[in-house]
């Protein structure tokens, strides 16, 4: 006959029964979670390799990328040419390398632009509600039109140029953005610490500036991500349809443009530039993601 154990008491404690045995796990910090989650690592990494390559295109290039070289017309992908050349003879990949110098600084100077003009006019209508009917509807006027639609029609008034491309889409890009910025200022304007603030006696400006900007940059943030990404895409078309750098510029869309005419016998013409521009555009989306999934504690997401 087999001895059968006692039964446990009933006021015995079972082990690690309760919550505070158990050891707690230390909140991760945004910059380690960022560096764990991998889609904000993978767009991080292609962005870095496309900025890299704006930055040091002095030292990339190959060749001259305006010069004419009539000899080495539509010469395939070679190690002389690692993209190939043009109908005019130059080299392709300088050519790219310095159109991503381009892109870049019109896609930075229109998101510099668009967080000025649309933060301003964002926590303007979301912290003084006089002004939320009036700023709003602007933004709904301008919204109105197929944000691609309005930069043309305004690079057209304004004419082909880097800056009026800077102006367009700034002035299409604000309005997003100033819906954004308003949506977390009526949130926050509410909180306790606003409250407080007002009790004591903080004016509008202190009270804006300390505490209801540094408490709305995270969707900002993630904005301006996708605001750099919309701004490569439609300076790559507005060049593509001539109201952009004018030629020779190397732009990403004029390369594009003038390779169409080739696109059977020379498609690297058109292939690399287009490579760069998705390139550049998936890094920045996946960028975007990764710092909203972080950032945005709606998401409730630590890695993927």
Request: proline share 7%.
């Amino acid at each position: 006959m087999t001895d059968v154990p006692a039964p446990p008491h009933p006021l015995a404690k079972a082990p690690f029964a309760t919550a505070s045995a158990a050891p707690r796990r230390k909140p991760k910090g945004v910059v380690r979670r960022l560096v764990e989650h991998r889609l904000f690592m993978t767009g991080s990494i292609l962005f870095a390799l496309m900025l890299v390559m704006a930055i040091t295109a002095d030292l990339l290039a190959l060749y001259d990328p305006i010069v004419v070289r009539a000899r080495n017309r539509f010469r395939a992908p070679s190690l002389a040419h690692p993209f190939g050349t043009d109908n005019f003879g130059r080299d392709i990949f300088s050519r790219v390398v310095y159109g991503a110098r381009l892109s870049i600084q019109i896609g930075f100077v229109t998101v510099l632009l668009t967080a000025i003009l649309g933060t301003a006019c964002g926590v303007a209508a979301g912290y003084f509600r006089r002004l939320d009917n009036l700023i709003m509807r602007v933004m709904d006027a301008l919204m109105a039109f197929p944000a691609l639609l309005l930069a043309i029609a305004i690079t057209a008034a304004l004419g082909p140029s880097a800056f009026n491309v800077v102006v367009a889409l700034a002035a299409v890009y604000t309005p997003r953005t100033a819906r954004v910025v308003r949506a977390s200022v009526l949130v926050v304007r509410e909180a306790d610490y606003v409250q407080a603030a007002r009790a004591v006696g903080a004016g509008h400006l202190r009270i804006m500036i300390q505490h209801i900007l540094p408490n709305s940059l995270a969707p900002l943030i993630v904005q301006l991500t996708f605001v750099f990404a919309y701004a490569v895409i439609a300076e790559a078309v507005l060049s593509f349809l001539g109201m952009g750098p004018s030629p020779p510029t190397p732009s990403w869309g004029n390369i594009i443009a003038e390779g169409k005419d080739y696109i059977r016998e020379a498609s690297w013409i058109a292939l690399f530039p287009g490579l760069a521009i998705a390139i550049t555009v998936l890094g920045l989306n996946l960028l975007g993601d990764g710092l909203r999934d972080v950032l945005d504690p709606r998401m409730n997401v630590e890695t993927r």
